[in-house]
């Protein structure tokens, strides 16, 4: 199979694909836009604000395709230990964190004019997700932490693991916890005849927009991921020479400095 | 296997007693916690008395971090991760072990703290069932957690650092249901303190579980 | 419009973000595949042989 890095002109992380994913993004989101600012009616309830909603909806939805990317990354990795899944999980981890908070921030945003707070402890879907997020922060700080690869790889996919276990539990206490929910009743269902055509369209629109750019985002986070995984694992390898060519009372003494703690 | 998790227990256990860390450091801190929500709320008002049983149980989680640390603070001396490792003991068995270990600790640690708050904030218990169960059950679920992000944290130059960072969100959920029970059984929120209790069960039940699998994988090198 | 000051927010920062994201991505991408050679740029290999 000839691979990607077999061609000489290879000079950043784009291929083909992301090109073409890149390029309808790009295309989605000025319709995005479109759609949502300009061709679809205002809300009978929400007013103009639910314009908020074309943003927030699809973020919140690629933050939680992120996550569950994450934790099936995590499980594949804890069942067949290949790197490459250990990869996905951490590229995907990232960039549901970036969406997660979007999606907290617009809802916040939607929320100040609509409830005249920018919180609502009583909403059990933004206190689970900030949760969540907080949740994933951690992982990903642990994903920063040195140390031995493999190591780091096992700790990573057990935390993604229990991070995605954990997501209906969180749910269920805050639902209980909050009694009374103000959100939004889920806002796409078929027995919902509240939202007016376009509007379901500027929001289906987004999400799908939204999805391939999580296709596109991943694609270059995880190259990313690849690359730095191969330049530490050259850098080791280097060290590793390095090491030898030296005299052991030299390599001693590196080793005491190295490993100075507090 | 019953043996292997009272060998790991009582290990834990004797070195508690015998350093006396838990007793000189450990609870004094949380009855510290204690008094500063006393402070930090206007020490002779009703709010102190309304907050009685998430105060407590923040006091907990909190002291709960400290007592996680120094369950392997004890272990990373003298390589005694290696010892454990190589001691041919059940992975499983040695999670379990640990767990009750803290779990103990812990329960102690409730019951001088709930001595504490009933002097200094006052309040009346109406149901001492609920209350003890919860207090059991919820102390599991934070025991199991602990042990497993314990040992996760514990090889990391990071760990005091990492390990509440990673530990607070998840134990959100059993905060939020062992305060809940709580005020239930303290009289204090027309709440149905035993549904909670439910919720606290299968909370405790998941993260014993999934951390007695996960132990093995964590304590093997590489 | 009531409440254009949150609505143009809220969208300027999903897509301000996005846009700042994916030109760090794109800049670390360079970045680093200046580092490794060309052989070892095989991410879309499935095994964990790496």
């Not at chain 2, 305060?179 to 239930?184: G, S, V, W």
Request: proline residues 2%.
């Amino acid at each position: 199979m000839k691979t990607l890095g077999e061609r000489d002109e290879l000079r950043n992380t784009s291929s083909r694909g992301t090109r073409i994913l890149g390029g309808l993004s790009l295309v989605g989101i000025v319709f995005m836009g479109l759609i949502g600012l300009w061709w679809s009616p205002e809300d009978s309830d929400m007013g103009d604000l639910v314009r908020i909603m074309y943003v927030h909806v699809p973020s919140a939805w690629l933050a939680y395709m992120a996550f569950i990317l994450t934790a099936i990354g995590s499980a594949m990795f804890l069942w067949k230990r290949s790197v490459w899944w250990d990869l996905v999980a951490g590229a995907s981890a990232e960039i549901g964190v970036l969406f997660c908070a979007l999606a907290l921030v617009t809802g916040s945003l939607w929320g100040r004019p609509t409830w005249g707070t920018y919180w609502r402890w009583g909403d059990a879907r933004i206190v689970t997700t900030l949760v969540l997020l907080l949740m994933y922060v951690g992982y990903l700080a642990l994903r920063h932490v040195d140390g031995d690869p493999t190591q780091r790889s096992k700790r990573a996919a057990i935390v993604g693991l229990i991070a995605a276990g954990n997501i209906p539990v969180v749910r269920m206490s805050v639902v209980w916890w909050s009694n009374r929910t103000l959100h939004q009743k889920d806002t796409v269902t078929l027995a919902d005849t509240k939202l007016d055509n376009m509007q379901l369209v500027a929001l289906l629109f987004g999400v799908a927009v939204f999805t391939i750019l999580f296709a596109w985002m991943l694609l270059h986070r995880f190259r990313i991921a690849w690359l730095e995984n191969e330049t530490e694992q050259r850098g080791l390898e280097q060290a590793l020479i390095e090491r030898r060519s030296e005299s052991l009372v030299k390599a001693d003494r590196a080793l005491g400095a190295a490993e100075v703690r507090p | 296997m019953w043996g292997e998790i009272t060998l790991v227990t009582g290990k834990d256990l004797r070195i508690e007693r015998r350093s006396r860390v838990g007793l000189t450091q450990i609870a004094p801190f949380a009855v510290t916690v204690l008094v500063l929500f006393g402070f930090a709320l206007e020490g002779d008002s009703a709010t102190l008395r309304t907050f009685t049983a998430g105060l407590f149980w923040v006091a907990v989680v909190f002291t709960a971090i400290l007592a996680v640390q120094r369950s392997f603070t004890v272990e990373s001396v003298n390589d005694n991760r290696d010892a454990l490792r190589l001691s041919g003991l059940d992975p499983i068995a040695i999670f379990l072990g640990k767990a009750a270990a803290l779990v103990i600790e812990l329960l102690v640690l409730e019951v001088v703290l709930g001595c504490v708050v009933a002097v200094l904030y006052g309040g009346s218990v109406h149901s001492a069932g609920l209350l003890g169960l919860t207090a059991v059950v919820a102390t599991i679920a934070v025991a199991s957690a602990g042990t497993i992000y314990g040992v996760l944290a514990a090889s990391l130059r990071v760990r005091e650092t990492i390990l509440p960072l990673l530990l607070l969100p998840v134990l959100a959920p059993v905060l939020i249901a062992a305060t809940r029970a709580f005020e239930d059984a303290l009289g204090e929120a027309a709440v149905n303190g035993w549904s909670w209790l439910v919720l606290l069960t299968l909370t405790a039940v998941v993260y014993t579980a999934f951390g007695a699998l996960a132990f093995g994988t964590l304590l093997e090198e590489s | 419009m009531n409440g254009l000051g949150y609505i143009i927010a809220s969208w300027a920062l999903v897509f301000g973000s996005i846009a700042v994201y994916a030109v760090r991505l794109v800049q670390r991408g360079r970045m680093l595949t200046r580092r490794v050679p060309s052989q070892r740029r095989r991410w879309m290999s499935t095994e964990g042989d790496a």
